[in-house]
């Protein structure tokens, strides 16, 4: 065998490196993921590598990659013209509508560098053991230092992992990062499932109006206002405001109106396919337009228009809801329970369909019927954890319907009557 042998069009795919550069130029959370999976040098199109490099060192000093900055990246480093000048730069925008995919297209990207690599060691070492006055003491370990560097490609040189006092020992805040103060941490992902009529739209509402006015959404006490996105795929535009109204005129009531731009709708009775790039596209658009602190959305069947009954069918479902967290939001999903009974025989609270729901969230809780001798009156709910908690959260374990809000957190055995948690709360300051 020769190097001969090995001579073959090197493996690449110009349109994967076009769509990692576009969605790198699309999303920051986008360009943040595919500078943690590729180096410039995995880049086949040299316009392609002085691009990437361009938004690497943008995205470094803390600035947004977008064409404007990169062109003039470019033209500060002297590359403009190399990197194909400025109207190749929306090119790669238009090339990828989305930058959802942008994960999928930088493995592809990886992948053929990996193979040029080895294409590239495996001719260094034949050529090596095909010379006859090579000594052949070590080659093998020349060959396998070959490989090993294939493999190291794009590896920092100063890898380590701190000791248990080096790791404690920064500068770093580790207090929460509270969007609602005691339930809802920036990036949380939480779903919250019920039977069918149980209140769970009416309750996601509360949530999303209360965090927007500033006040906790079950004690009522003021809490930081947080800018909120609430889509419903579900419901009609006037039954939305029918729902909408009061929970807007009681956070007045109470002093706290919803400020402008501090909580949009958007309604979708047809609903959504967030396995569709147009789909996803608008969603990441709305969400980097209105910069929500807190997503409300679902119901979770109508995020796709087929069962969700696999892992495959919910993988897309879930990269975009991650994606959403990306941006900075905590997110809050509306999920039906299952038909299903589980202990005891009652229904089974975990949300229907692919078992990858049931591990997404940090947080899972359902709404059931309260076995409680003041239930109907006051129209009780327990509130269910359907997971283990990743962390101390401090949710109600009941709900009281009625009042001016449509639900209030309760207390069980609170006075006489049943009491739940209004203006006057009982709930320590948090």
């Avoid at 294939?150 to 929460?176: C, I, K, W």
């Avoid at 209140?199 to 003021?222: E, M, N, R, S």
């Avoid at 954890?385 to 009625?402: K, S």
Wanted: hydrophobic share 40%; with cysteine.
């Amino acid at each position: 065998m020769t190097a001969d042998d090995f001579t073959t069009t090197d493996p690449h795919d110009v349109t994967a490196e076009q769509a990692v550069i576009g969605a790198m130029m699309l999303s920051p959370a986008a360009a943040a993921e595919c500078l943690q999976a590729l180096t410039s040098a995995d880049f086949y199109r040299p316009a392609h590598q002085h691009a990437f490099e361009a938004i690497a060192a943008i995205t470094h000093s803390g600035k947004t990659a977008d064409p404007v900055t990169v062109k003039a990246q470019l033209e500060e480093a002297g590359v403009l013209r190399a990197a194909g000048e400025a109207p190749y730069l929306h090119t790669l925008i238009a090339s990828m509508p989305t930058a959802a995919n942008a994960g999928h297209y930088a493995r592809i990207v990886r992948g053929h560098a990996v193979r040029r690599r080895l294409l590239e060691s495996g001719r260094r070492i034949v050529q090596m053991a095909s010379e006859d006055g090579t000594d052949a003491h070590g080659l093998t370990e020349r060959a396998v230092r070959e490989v090993e560097a294939v493999r190291d490609a794009g590896a920092a040189d100063d890898v380590s992992t701190p000791d248990t006092a080096e790791f404690l020992d920064v500068s770093d805040d580790d207090s929460y990062d509270w969007v609602i103060p005691g339930l809802l941490e920036r990036g949380d992902r939480m779903v919250i499932t019920g039977t069918e009529g149980l209140g769970k739209t009416q309750l996601l509402l509360q949530i999303g109006v209360t965090a927007a006015a500033g006040l906790h959404p079950f004690d009522h006490k003021p809490v930081r206002p947080r800018r909120v996105l609430y889509i419903d795929c579900e419901n009609g535009a006037s039954y939305v405001r029918r729902r909408l109204r009061p929970l807007a005129l009681a956070a007045a009531q109470s002093g706290y109106p919803i400020p402008p731009a501090g909580m949009f709708i958007e309604v979708r009775p047809e609903g959504m396919d967030l396995a569709l790039e147009r789909d996803v596209s608008r969603l990441l658009r709305m969400t980097a337009t209105i910069g929500p602190d807190l997503v409300i959305l679902g119901p979770l069947y109508r995020l796709a228009p087929r069962a969700l009954n696999s892992d495959d069918e919910a993988a897309p479902v879930i990269a975009a809801l991650n994606m959403l967290r990306a941006r900075g939001a905590c997110v809050l999903l509306e999920a039906h329970a299952g038909h299903g009974l589980g202990m005891g025989g009652v229904r089974d609270l975990r949300p229907r369909g692919s078992s990858a729901f049931l591990g997404w969230p940090e947080f899972g809780y359902g709404l059931r019927p309260a076995q409680h001798p003041d239930a109907k009156r006051r129209r009780l709910v327990d509130v269910v954890p359907w997971r283990g908690d990743r962390d101390q959260r401090d949710w109600p374990e009941m709900l009281a319907g009625g009042g001016v809000w449509p639900w209030s957190a309760y207390v069980a055995g609170y006075g006489d009557t049943g009491e739940s948690w209004g203006g006057a709360s009982v709930m320590a300051d948090q």
